[in-house]
């Protein structure tokens, strides 16, 4: 039988999804990383609940801002991550 391996996380959505714009699954790759959108989506300001990819990501010109609380954490679990897995 094959391996297979897995990755669990948690739900970061919450049950507030009167208030999101658009999902993202970044993955920090471009092959295959895209979700085809129409023309009319491409205009919309939210994609509702669609998971689009990082393709998406910056041919939508998009940003993710948080707090300079969550800044200053979020860059210690990266460098800690990138560490790890050099």
Do not use: W
Not at 46 to 68: A, C, F, H, M, P
Not at 70 to 78: A, F, G, H, N, V
């Amino acid at each position: 039988m094959a391996e297979v391996n897995c990755f669990i996380m948690d739900n970061l959505l919450g049950k507030d999804f009167n208030n999101i714009v658009r999902i993202y699954d970044l993955k920090g790759s471009t092959k295959g990383r895209i979700v085809p959108l129409t023309p009319q989506e491409m205009q919309q300001e939210s994609t509702g609940l669609q998971v689009l990819k990082d393709l998406n990501y910056t041919s939508l010109k998009e940003r993710i801002e948080i707090g300079s609380e969550y800044k200053s954490k979020l860059l210690t679990i990266i460098e800690k991550d990138a560490q790890f897995l050099a």
